[in-house]
DNA sequence: AATGAATGAGGATTCATTCAT
DNA sequence: AATGAATGAATCCTCATTCAT
């Protein structure tokens, strides 16, 4: 384990390789990219990549664990704490597409290269459904949510929508503007939530108002 | 290209190269899994593989041109062309999901190595997706699908959500059986395509029927 | 483990390959000798290395362990069995250094490099002293050894003096012929192993005659 | 060349980084250890060790010199000059044993990476010889000494006689005692310088009273 | 068709050494 | 004197591919 004490100057320089990294993962998959590569696009030598990691692997995770902190984070921010399950789940959801977007080359990574570090994107997946599954229950508690289908599938759908659509954002088969592919998939995952046209519209319509009234704060 | 004629006992033996690769690259993953692998596998010698095929990547080109063709086949059978549109984008979409699960471990290697045959993949997206938005513009003349939302998206989801539980029951998330499965896809499914409370449950009835009537002709 | 089956045309490749490391070893050391310097030595390819041996370390250990059985064979083959132990002892003596002088390139590399297989090179001393001692026992049994000091350490003086003068002729400290090192150290091994002088110039008597009747099979 | 004027403190640290190396070289030898792993055990950062040494060869040689010319202070130490040529060739031979099993490990680095420094080395054990030869001839002149045998090879005998106990006691073969040790050695030796039991007799006597008399300044 | 030895470009990693601070 | 980040040549090993048999 590399567990090197950095100054701030060695923080940075780390991030450079980590970005650099990023970038060339996404571009050309993990196995493609060698490490002169990263160490050529980051503008160092060789050698300071084993300063700063132990192998190609060990930043891979690196990445894939910062990336699923920074979601987290993001769809933590993103909700309002006094609204109800649905309409969190709602900005939740919206917050997960948009980071998605946002960050769509990190995420192709995640998607392509998940042998290699599977432990690490299983519980980031997971953390993600047991989020999800949570707000779900309470929903159904509170009657915003379908009790029609059990909490877990109804987790996977709307992960699972949110991871799909993200995906086919980032490949291009979906031309439209963040702020429309956001909506179309509240709407979607309303959809899958709740069986009452009434409550899903009154949902995104608070969802609409917590956009407008407190913008996401950016990623 | 390798377009040597084949007795049907060197058919056999590329047959058996293709099932070693198709396991071991569902397995570890494309890029590892080694030439020597595959024929170690496949119990032949190293240097009859290019016999058979041009190179690695070419091997797993006609593996995935193969799996498409055969899911293809698959949703045409499941179809009941008396049916209306509605009807039978659920049928395509239980017959995906059933052969997308029953044969997994293809599916797995498609989505982890997508950067090397890319034109494939997509090629095979692309048909599924156009397959299903001609459908679903079908069935938005007909007025069995809504037009709340675009046919492009509307494929999207549908696709999309088959894709992801795919997903979701290949690395072991869902534990349904397969008909708990597709049946909670083709009710979801719905449930985006139509907005008709009424039209969805007739449809799911009707789809019901066509299984128990005439069962989907198995992988 | 690389277990190959090889066929004669293979055996002989990897005998290439072990000779050629042999003598660049003897000549620079282990570690200064890079794989490629043996491949080129031997006029193969890099990959055909790994072909034939796991590393650079596993094909030391087969050139160790070869030349400890090779040695032990000589020893064998150079005792008479109807002899006294202690002329038994000075053939075997007169057997190493002889042995140790041919091959005196493969005997440098086991003294310089042996850490990395301490153990296949600590099992060969200890067998050589082992052997030694066991003759010595026999000897001070029939009184042609003296008792004067215990057997292990008389295995010792005997095996050490071997060692040491194999070392100073291969490092060009001594300029005698094979037969004029041989035979100062037959006298040597005899001063240590016997104080009588009447026994020890009759072993050394026997010694000779049995070099001249049956010369030692040649390596 | 580093010829750096120390302080006091500069010193110290230097010879921290000796000590250290010194160790490390036993322990794994020289190759396989780094200049990080000697900066690491002295405690210092990396760069400094090149304050110090040109490189880690001239680090090696240094140590070597060092180490060659205390054994000769101890093998002068040892001797009294007024007594005859053999008591002082045995006092030597003590002298030697104990020194160089007292700093076992700095010698099984002298003996690993000959090839390095081959010349600091040769010097050396030339020197020794050398020494040991001088008194032997001298031995022979005053008839201490056996001249059945050429000075050269008795010379020879000696020191390799040394040589060879002390590394069968570094690498714990020998569970002697260092007195016992000794003592076998100096009985060995006086047996290889001569074949008169009385000469041998008086002469080991006249050791052992100079060791009680006079015993060996430590190292 | 089949074998398996042979090839060699390519990539990850190491580590002695330098240098700015 | 001292630090530790930075450099890059060097080396081991892998593996897709070729080829003689």
Redesign the interface.
Known sequence: MNDRQLTSQGAERKQQLLDAAARLFAE??Y??TRVVDIVDAAGVAKGLFYWYFDNKEALFRELATEIRRRLRRQQAAAMDDSAPALVRLLQGTVASVTFMAENAPFFSLL?????NVSDVL?QG?EQH?SDVRALIVEGQADGTVTDA?PAD?LA??VV??V???S??HR?G??Q?SLEELSG?VA??AA??LT?D?QVARESLLALRRSQVGAPVPGA
């Open positions: 050309q998959g196995a493609a998607e392509v290269e998940g042998r299983r997946t459904l289908e599938l996977l759908g699972g929508t991871g799909q659509f995906h086919f490949t088969r979906i439209l179309y709407r979607l959809r899958i069986s046209e």
